[in-house]
């Protein structure tokens, strides 16, 4: 700290500053980890949508997993298809199915 040391809120300023850099530095980080972590979800998230498309293609879990692949842990897919359809009330009252 190359400032003039007879002047206390000279030496307090470059202090802080000092300080001020470290948080800075915390900060960039931090958003850097977020940006990093968000990338590694959506990749997460291609991977199972990937392995669910090879297990639908006619691949096994024990074929898949022979080749290194396995299923990521999480909530699995469910092979039946759901009820889609949905009911839309209109303002005179009568139920129509969409």
């Known amino acids: 700290m190359s400032t003039d040391t007879t ?5 307090a300023e470059a202090m802080m500053k000092e300080r001020r850099d470290t948080v800075k530095s ?5 958003d850097e980890k977020a940006t990093l972590q968000t990338k ?3 990749i997460e998230q291609q ?3 990937a392995y669910e498309l090879a297990l639908a293609s006619g ?3 024990s074929e898949l997993k022979k080749m290194g ?4 842990s999480g909530p699995r897919k469910s ?3 759901s009820d889609t ?9 009568q139920e129509v199915s969409a």
């Open 7 to 11: 002047d206390p809120l000279a030496v």
């Open 79 to 81: 092979k039946t298809k």
């Open 26 to 30: 915390l900060a960039k980080l931090g």
């Open 40 to 42: 590694i979800s959506e």
């Open 69 to 72: 692949f396995t299923r990521k």
């Open 85 to 93: 359809s949905a009911s839309v009330t209109p303002i005179d009252g």
């Open 59 to 61: 691949w096994s879990q």
């Open 47 to 49: 991977e199972s949508d």
